[in-house]
Structures are given as C-alpha cells and as structure tokens.
Nanobody, 125 residues
Framework: QVQLVESGGGLVQAGGSLILSCVASGRTFSSYAMGWFRQPPGKERELVAAISRSGHTTYYADSVKGRFTISRENAKNTLYLQMNTLKPADTAVYYC??????????????????WGQGTQVTVSS
C-alpha cells in the first residue's frame, strides 16, 4: 500500500505557471506507474498525464500537451506536474494516483489503485 499527499495548488492568473508535487510513503514508490488526474466542478475525473515506473515513458491528454510536464524522482518518492501557460479551463481539483497495472502509462481511472486527497488549482481570466 502507498499513501499519497499532493501540494502546490493555488490561485494563478491565466498564462501563469504552477508546480504540483505528490509525495508517496509506504511501499516502494518506483514499483508504481503514476498519474495526475483532475476533476473540474460538475465533471468527471480525467487523466492529465501518466508516467512509467522508470520515468522514461510519459503520456499526456491532448488538452495539456506542450503546456504540462510530468516527472518523477524515485529517490525522493516524489511525483511532479509542471503546468505552464495555464488557462481558466485548467481549473480543477488535481489528484495524483498510483497504479499497479502492467501498462507502462495507464490512462484509465480504474487502473489506478491509490489516490491522494487532491489539491485545488484555480486559474483566473
């Protein structure tokens, strides 16, 4: 089992940047593929980005390609999401999640086994 705690959310103006962090504790962090999800108000949770156990393979939703970067430091048990050129449409609660699935970059919610509590990101126009 792994416990996940996100941080770094906040209020930012459109065009600005934020870095989200997710610290894992418990079982070996490097044994999990990781993902960032978001849930806008009144909408379903959606994948933002995923990263393989080694960090060598990544996947991005079309809506964030070229603006967001997912990365991980296995030695520090930490997952990151660098978010640039933020838009009001990026406003959501952001969650990190850990997957035991065989896929290197799982892209479906049900493939993820453990979730953080979420951090709010609000982008003003």
């Amino acid at each position: 089992q792994v416990q996940l705690v996100e941080s770094g959310g906040g209020l930012v103006q459109a065009g600005g940047s934020l870095i989200l962090s997710c610290v894992a504790s418990g079982r070996t962090f490097s044994s999990y593929a990781m993902g960032w999800f978001r849930q806008p108000p009144g909408k379903e949770r959606e994948l933002v980005a995923a990263i393989s156990r080694s960090g060598h393979t990544t996947y991005y939703a079309d809506s964030v390609k070229g603006r967001f970067t997912i990365s991980r430091e296995n030695a520090k048990n930490t997952l990151y999401l660098q978010m640039n050129t933020l838009k009001p449409a990026d406003t959501a609660v952001y969650y990190c999640a850990a997957s035991q699935a065989a896929d290197s970059t799982p892209i479906v919610v049900r493939q993820y086994d453990y979730w953080g509590q979420g951090t709010q990101v609000t982008v003003s126009s």
